[in-house]
């Protein structure tokens, strides 16, 4: 087994689209970044990356590459499932903390969890999203930015 570990954080700004895990989120601001700044796939990508001792998500879609410009992050989560699949390695689990002190994000976990369930092709009890506050303390807690945290489980391949 591997398991990979993948942060990121984006700052917020008004009129963005907020993408978290590949959903629309309803709300009057969204996160700031080149491709659509969907911090959950954006860690989600480095903890797999990480399990498979792959790099990070900067390597292989960096952000001052123009074909990333306004990207779907899903399309990063999908390019690096075919990169550990070639490798020899299946997705077994995801735990995701979202810490966003606004939107709460209560009503939303069950269908985040679902559409990573659909993209990582995993039942969803092999996925787990839990959000968080940060008790109003620094930038996240003032709302300025939303951070994620994500931890991935490999099988890797065959060896020896
Ligand atoms: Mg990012």
Redesign the pocket.
């Known amino acids: 087994m591997r398991i990979g570990f993948g942060y ?1 954080i ?1 700052r917020l700004e008004p009129g963005r689209q907020l993408k978290l895990g590949g959903v629309a989120i309803a709300a009057d601001f969204g996160a700031v ?1 080149h491709s659509d ?1 969907d ?1 959950v796939l ?1 860690a989600l990508v480095d903890a797999l990356l990480g399990a498979a001792g792959l790099g990070d998500i900067g390597d292989w879609f960096p952000d001052n590459d123009p074909q990333w410009r306004g990207a779907d992050s899903t399309v990063f989560l999908r390019e690096t499932l075919q990169r550990l699949h070639e490798k020899g390695f299946q997705v077994c689990q995801a735990d995701i903390i979202i810490v966003a002190e606004r939107p709460r994000l209560g009503s939303e976990k069950e269908r985040i969890r679902q559409r990573l369930a659909e993209l990582l092709a995993l039942p969803t009890d092999r996925v787990n999203v839990k959000a968080k506050t940060n008790e109003g303390l620094d930038a996240l807690g003032r709302g300025e930015a939303i951070a994620c945290h994500a931890v991935a489980v490999l099988r890797g391949p065959k060896e020896g």
Do not use: I, K, N, W
């Open positions: 990121d984006h970044g700044a911090v954006h």
